[in-house]
């Protein structure tokens, strides 16, 4: 006896999974420097957006680099292909109906524009933390700058290696003067 | 002036987002032959769940080989690369709090474990699809075996390219035999 597989009439769409958690899918993207406080604000916002009872993700770079992207370094075309992949996971998780908060150097606008095409119109918000270079070398959070300066390290973003500036964000935020409660707020606005 | 860094002293975690969510992350990984029965029953599976209000998102080879894995191919090595991204993909999902429903031929056992390692005790479910392989090429949805037979397609599970037996699925099911009602009905039990 064979029972014919008929694939169902019906399958469970974007929109039927936004309705049930109540909310639009949205991607939300951190560029910036090493040091420009991406961690620290996509942390932020995720926690407050989490008491407001919205369902969110938070991709990060040292998460992804242990798992997904294990497998790639630090060259430019490594960079290219880390976002590449990022981008099409936060959008995996956009159509889940999250709102996923990407939070990447993210040098190059090919890729962060490849990211605002999947998200697709009015899902995309990308936050460029324009935070001075000498205030993020200052804090140098992970110890990246000193590397970079006593030649230890060749790619750091800014210095060995190149950051494409934004041209068209929907925010841009220097953490060296914006506290983050009011950034949260301004972020807030647009979601 | 320069605001200090510092980072939140509370992150949201994968407990965080399941009490919000009210259920407990899973990962169900359908594995089988082309034409078994995989899609089919994830699409019912997820909507059945959905309509229980259940958080759901289907991972499935074509979404997937069209953004995040447009990159591989068919050979050994790209379907190794294939199945461990989507693995770590579907453990993000889980961590984000979503019943993860995965459905990929995925032939080897190394990359079903390395799914099931991943995702954690207690949160894997395996179900492996053991249609026979004459009812899979009857059904040919895809025509996969008629171009395998015509000599057009070298590398398909199966007849060209190796399928491993899994040796410890939560539930096998052959849906030649198994109702799609009754197979999802056995399958929900275990989640």
């Known amino acids: 006896m ?10 469970i769409q974007r929109q039927d999974r936004e309705a049930l958690l ?23 916002l995720e926690i407050e957006l989490h008491h407001q009872g919205k369902k969110t993700f938070l991709l990060d770079g040292d998460v992804v680099r242990q798992g997904l992207n294990q497998d790639l370094g630090f060259s430019d075309e490594d960079r290219i292909e880390n976002i590449r992949r990022i981008a099409h996971v936060a ?3 956009m159509d889940a109906g999250l709102i996923v908060i990407c939070a990447f150097i993210s040098p190059f606008k090919a890729q962060r524009r490849l990211a605002r095409e999947l998200a697709g119109v ?5 936050i460029y933390l324009n ?10 959070v992970k110890g990246l700058y000193q590397k970079a300066r006593s030649g230890n390290l060749t790619n750091l973003s800014g ?11 929907e925010i841009t935020i220097d953490t060296s003067i ?14």
Do not use: H
């Not at 210095?159 to 964000?169: A, F, K, Q, T, V």
């Not at 950034?183 to 606005?189: E, P, S, T, V, W």
């Open 2 to 11: 064979s029972v014919n597989l008929t694939p169902p009439s019906l399958a």
């Open 22 to 44: 109540d909310q639009t899918g949205k991607m939300i993207w951190f560029t910036g420097l090493s040091g420009s406080g991406k961690s620290t604000l996509a942390n932020a």
């Open 91 to 93: 959008k995996l998780m």
């Open 122 to 126: 009015n899902r995309f918000i990308e």
């Open 131 to 140: 935070t001075p270079i000498a205030i993020c070398e200052e804090r140098d």
């Open 159 to 169: 210095l060995g290696s190149d950051y494409e500036i934004p041209e068209n964000s």
């Open 178 to 191: 914006t506290p983050i409660a009011e950034a949260i707020k301004q972020i807030q606005k647009l979601i």
